[in-house]
């Protein structure tokens, strides 16, 4: 919930986490969620170009470059950490026991319908 509220802003994060649905790739580029959206034909290319160019630059400077980055965007360790609590809360709760068990009954983690759905059929529960 950290990332997902300091990248998307409270409306969106809230959309995200508790309409629980699913993003295709172009609307996860809109949202930020991913740098861009690129077709699989031009993936290999695109990210041999970005590791070289990376690569070229003195790793120091690369290391410092994602330090600050990560110091100005990421969220402090007892955020994640409180997080983390709040999630194993939820997770142990008997409503999410009863959702869970009625998920695997539908075929969860099994290649299928319900996989390839799971946003769309965890609003239908």
């Not at 309409?19 to 695109?46: I, S």
């Not at 990376?54 to 980055?69: M, N, T």
């Not at 969220?75 to 409180?82: F, K, M, S, T």
Request: net charge positive; glycine share 8%; aromatic share 6%.
């Amino acid at each position: 919930m950290q990332h997902l509220a300091r990248l998307l802003g409270r409306g969106r994060a809230m959309e995200a986490i508790l309409g629980a649905a699913d993003f295709d790739g172009d609307q996860a580029e809109r949202y930020g969620w991913v740098n861009r959206a690129l077709p699989d034909t031009e993936l290999d290319a695109f990210v041999a170009r970005l590791a070289r160019r990376i690569a070229s630059f003195p790793a120091e400077a690369v290391r410092s470059a994602k330090r600050a980055i990560n110091e100005l965007t990421l969220p402090g360790a007892d955020a994640i950490r409180a997080d983390a609590r709040r999630f194993q809360q939820l997770v142990r709760s008997d409503a999410a026991k009863q959702r869970t068990a009625a998920l695997f009954a539908q075929g969860l983690q099994t290649r299928g319908p319900l996989e390839h759905h799971l946003g769309e059929r965890l609003g239908a529960l």
